[in-house]
């Protein structure tokens, strides 16, 4: 193998070796956490304590926009907030079929809870949760073993608990109502 070649298999297989320990620590990261879903007359199969029988979550995504203009001469302004459907994926589980009529009937559930528990050992602590009011479960796709469901809601408030270095808890709270299109 000529001079060449070797460097360049060498820099290769450096390269490969440096974008997998770069990614390692994000994906690592995401598992600090577990999401679970509670949704009023609907149960799910989680054995967790404080968060038995409600649905375990794979993943979220929230989104909300509020289009902004900014035209010459009569200065800025912000539009209505939108909210998006929250996106979530689950495997299937006890609650697949009452999410299933959920959806396919239309049918609202008055509220939700989502909650981002810190693994911290033994004990679960939410770090975040999200709050929902008038939900309606908009999409629902299954594949394989895991289902896709979009949630559309009216209203929704977040309650951030921070613990600082001194190992207190401080709580951050805010919600909107988009239905009336006003701070919580």
């Known amino acids: 193998m000529s001079k060449f070649r070797k460097q360049a298999f060498i820099f290769f297989i450096l390269s490969v070796l440096v974008l997998t320990f770069s ?16 949704l009023d007359g609907i149960t799910g199969d989680s054995t967790a304590r404080g968060y038995e029988k409600w649905i375990k979550l794979n993943d979220f995504s929230f989104e909300v926009e509020n289009k902004a203009t900014i035209s010459s001469g009569s200065g800025s302004g912000a539009g209505k907030a939108a909210a998006q ?57 299954l594949y394989d073993t895991h289902e896709s469901l979009e949630l559309s809601y009216g209203a929704i408030t977040f309650k951030y608990n921070a613990v600082g270095p001194d190992g207190k808890t401080s709580t951050f709270t805010g919600g909107w109502d988009f239905t009336k299109n006003q701070k919580k």
């Open 85 to 141: 459907p929250i996106s979530i994926n689950k495997n299937f589980d006890v609650s697949s079929v009452p999410i299933f009529l959920s959806t396919t009937m239309g049918k609202a559930i008055e509220k939700g809870q989502i909650a981002f528990v810190k693994n911290t050992g033994t004990e679960k602590q939410a770090a975040l949760t999200i709050d929902l009011e008038r939900i309606f479960i908009s999409n629902f796709s």
């Open 23 to 38: 990614v390692v620590p994000a994906a690592a990261e995401s598992d600090d956490y577990d999401i679970y879903l509670k």
